[in-house]
């Protein structure tokens, strides 16, 4: 028997969501046809602690693909950028959602291919890595493009 939990401290909360993954993951997977994992948790290192759980349809958009989608023309992109793979820093990207106003300013979120893990990107670093990867379809600072406006403007 494993021991009982005395404080709510960060390996608790790992050991908490191992538990509970074991317990749902075949009811709410195979039967309800759900998608869930843990997206973040708090504690107090004494008797509290919070865990926070994204549920998803079985092949639907997680929060952050949702966001992407409605949102990548914000950043002055040219077309959605979900699912594309990139080059950037001697390594393989695919950029896969979005956290709108980041504190840090690293609002994309990318895959590292070859690893699979997750990392957080700037609008800039992304651009970049597009236009590396097909110059004729992103270009290098999609901000500074002018506008139809200033083009018919100018003539």
Same mark, same amino acid.
């Given at each position: 028997?494993?021991?009982?939990?005395?404080?709510?401290?960060?390996?608790?909360l790992? *050991?908490i969501?191992?538990?509970i993954?074991?317990l749902?993951t075949?009811t709410?997977e +195979?039967?309800?046809?759900?998608?869930f *994992?843990?997206?973040?948790?708090?504690?107090?290192?004494d008797?509290?602690g919070?865990?926070?759980?994204?549920?998803?349809?079985k092949?639907g #958009?997680?929060?952050?693909?949702?966001l992407l989608e409605n949102?990548?023309s /914000? $950043?002055? #992109?040219?077309?959605?950028? /979900?699912?594309?793979?990139? $080059?950037?820093s001697g390594?393989?990207?695919?950029v896969?959602?979005?956290?709108p *106003?980041?504190?840090n300013?690293?609002? $994309?979120i990318v895959?590292?291919?070859? +690893?699979?893990e997750? $990392? /957080?990107m700037t609008?800039?670093?992304?651009?970049?890595g597009l236009?590396?990867?097909?110059?004729n379809?992103w270009?290098a600072?999609?901000?500074?493009?002018v +506008?139809?406006?200033?083009e018919?403007?100018?003539?």
């Amino acid at each position: 028997m494993t021991d009982k939990v005395k404080t709510i401290t960060k390996s608790e909360l790992t *050991r908490i969501e191992e538990v509970i993954s074991n317990l749902i993951t075949e009811t709410l997977e +195979s039967d309800l046809g759900i998608e869930f *994992r843990f997206n973040g948790g708090q504690y107090s290192n004494d008797s509290t602690g919070n865990l926070k759980i994204e549920l998803t349809v079985k092949g639907g #958009l997680t929060q952050e693909e949702l966001l992407l989608e409605n949102s990548w023309s /914000r $950043f002055g #992109l040219v077309a959605n950028p /979900r699912g594309c793979e990139m $080059f950037l820093s001697g390594r393989n990207w695919v950029v896969i959602g979005l956290v709108p *106003r980041a504190r840090n300013g690293k609002d $994309f979120i990318v895959e590292n291919m070859d +690893s699979g893990e997750h $990392f /957080r990107m700037t609008a800039e670093q992304v651009c970049m890595g597009l236009h590396n990867q097909d110059p004729n379809t992103w270009p290098a600072k999609p901000w500074e493009k002018v +506008s139809p406006l200033q083009e018919t403007k100018g003539e």
